[in-house]
T-cell receptor, first 111, second 111 residues
Framework: DAGVTQSPTHLIKTRGQQVTLRCSPK?????VSWYQQALGQGPQFIFQ???????QRGNFPDRFSGHQFPNYSSELNVNALLLGDSALYLC??????????FGPGTRLLVL | QKEVEQNSGPLSVPEGAIASLNCTYS??????FFWYRQYSGKSPELIMS????GDKEDGRFTAQLNKASQYVSLLIRDSQPSDSATYLC???????????FGTGTRLQVFP
């Protein structure tokens, strides 16, 4: 039973560029949430996708956008990258109100 | 006041001792509470979930919840060096699936 997978594992971008991160949920899960974890901090909720729509959103600017596909996989897009966007980006999946399980994360470095 | 507060540590305990990790939260209507373990450079891994007042035990781990005091704790019995990690407390606010995390407590278990 495959868990949550994310790609790529690491990414280096420069300021102003755009990035797309990908997530495949755990088998049987239909809801995907994205979190940003800065160094030394706890994960911060970005948004959640269910039935291909953004269901909830945290306190992140519109530069952060996402998408969910019919197979429940999801993408996180960040435009106009800032140095402060450097972080570990975590995808978590769940079904219904059950517990969220995290993928291995994508570490983004913005130079 | 932060929504979820944890002492950042480090909490240092000798091998075989009991480690006690604490967390307070501000949203009195919160319904679900979680403890995640995060090794350096890795993603959070679920250890325990608790939904009702009292204790919940799973192996060497015991989660304790006191909703009146808005307090959650995690006890680790017979601590091992492999337990050395950051422990994240997470809370589901009322009427939402998103997780609100504390900044984590770093636990060090020395031989």
């Amino acid at each position: 039973d495959a868990g949550v997978t994310q790609s790529p594992t690491h990414l280096i971008k420069t300021r102003g560029q755009q990035v797309t991160l990908r997530c495949s949920p755990k088998s049987g899960h239909d809801t995907v949430s994205w979190y940003q974890q800065a160094l030394g901090q706890g994960p911060q909720f970005i948004f959640q996708y269910y039935e291909e729509e953004e269901r909830q959103r945290g306190n992140f600017p519109d530069r952060f956008s996402g998408h969910q596909f019919p197979n429940y996989s999801s993408e996180l897009n960040v435009n106009a990258l800032l140095l402060g966007d450097s972080a570990l980006y975590l995808c978590a999946s769940q079904t219904g109100l059950e517990t969220q399980y995290f993928g291995p994360g994508t570490r983004l470095l913005v130079l | 006041q932060k929504e979820v507060e944890q002492n950042s540590g480090p909490l240092s305990v000798p091998e075989g001792a009991i480690a006690s990790l604490n967390c307070t939260y501000s949203d009195r209507g919160s319904q679900s509470f979680f403890w995640y373990r995060q090794y350096s450079g890795k993603s959070p891994e679920l250890i325990m979930s608790i939904y009702s007042n009292g204790d919940k035990e799973d192996g060497r781990f015991t989660a304790q919840l006191n909703k009146a005091s808005q307090y959650v704790s995690l006890l680790i019995r017979d601590s091992q060096p492999s337990d050395s990690a950051t422990y994240l407390c997470a809370v589901n606010p009322v009427w939402t699936d998103k997780l609100i995390f504390g900044t984590g407590t770093r636990l060090q278990v020395f031989p």
